[in-house]
């Protein structure tokens, strides 16, 4: 968890009503959390979860408290998709040095340890609802990453800057136009 702006907002939608927490901890455990506050490495627990909530709730770090998973924002996310029920965790993810455009800023889809996401359908679904805006998508498992949004020959066309087939000119135009912010796009 890192904040940029509200790039949360602007890229995932605003926090949804009707889609509370509960006892999910997932973000508490699955991710870094790397602000002046409060630290803590990806994949440990964080100190204060207890029993399926924050020990420290009333208290808890500004970043805690602002700071929202895919889930919480994407209404076409199926209901049943809170992270400690499906195995996926959806963020946004920044890469301070990143080695192409699709990096620096997305979104990642992350499977978390054991979940059964491919299988029973439900990372389909969660990707279906987010691979639908001019943001890159990443799969990942906590140790390797995919790109899955955009398409490979899509990214690739993208980044060698060689022209697009008519079927595809205005989606490679609408990301490079996008992400030409970053200078070289390869
Ligand atoms: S992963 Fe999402 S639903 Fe779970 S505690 Fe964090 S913000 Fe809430
Ligand atoms: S302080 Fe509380 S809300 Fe924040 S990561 Fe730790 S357990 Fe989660």
């Given at each position: 968890?890192?904040?940029a702006?509200d790039?949360?907002?602007?890229?995932?939608?605003?926090?949804?009503?009707?889609r509370e927490?509960?006892?999910?901890?997932?973000?508490?455990?699955?991710?870094?959390?790397?602000t002046?506050?409060?630290s803590?490495?990806a994949?440990?627990?964080?100190?204060?979860?207890?029993g399926?909530g924050?020990?420290?709730?009333?208290?808890?770090?500004?970043?805690?408290?602002?700071?929202?998973?895919?889930?919480r924002?994407?209404?076409?996310?199926?209901?049943?998709a809170?992270?400690d029920?499906?195995?996926?965790?959806?963020?946004?993810?920044?890469?301070?040095?990143?080695?192409?455009?699709?990096e620096?800023v997305s979104?990642n889809?992350?499977?978390?340890?054991?979940?059964?996401?491919?299988a029973?359908?439900?990372?389909?679904?969660?990707?279906?609802?987010?691979?639908?805006?001019?943001?890159?998508v990443?799969?990942?498992?906590?140790?390797?990453k995919?790109?899955?949004?955009?398409d490979?020959?899509?990214?690739?066309?993208?980044?060698?800057?060689?022209?697009?087939?008519?079927?595809l000119?205005?989606?490679?135009?609408?990301?490079?136009?996008?992400?030409?912010?970053?200078?070289?796009?390869?």
């Amino acid at each position: 968890m890192e904040r940029a702006a509200d790039l949360e907002t602007d890229l995932l939608g605003p926090v949804l009503p009707g889609r509370e927490c509960g006892d999910c901890t997932a973000c508490c455990s699955v991710l870094t959390v790397d602000t002046p506050e409060f630290s803590k490495p990806a994949g440990v627990a964080c100190v204060h979860v207890r029993g399926g909530g924050c020990a420290i709730h009333a208290v808890r770090p500004t970043i805690c408290r602002t700071w929202f998973c895919g889930w919480r924002r994407v209404a076409a996310m199926p209901d049943a998709a809170r992270p400690d029920r499906s195995g996926v965790l959806v963020s946004l993810n920044f890469v301070r040095s990143p080695q192409n455009c699709f990096e620096g800023v997305s979104i990642n889809v992350r499977l978390m340890p054991g979940s059964d996401a491919i299988a029973s359908g439900m990372a389909a679904a969660v990707l279906d609802a987010v691979c639908d805006r001019l943001v890159p998508v990443w799969v990942s498992d906590g140790t390797r990453k995919m790109l899955m949004h955009p398409d490979a020959q899509v990214a690739a066309l993208v980044l060698s800057g060689e022209p697009a087939p008519a079927a595809l000119r205005a989606e490679v135009a609408a990301w490079r136009e996008r992400y030409g912010m970053f200078g070289s796009l390869a």
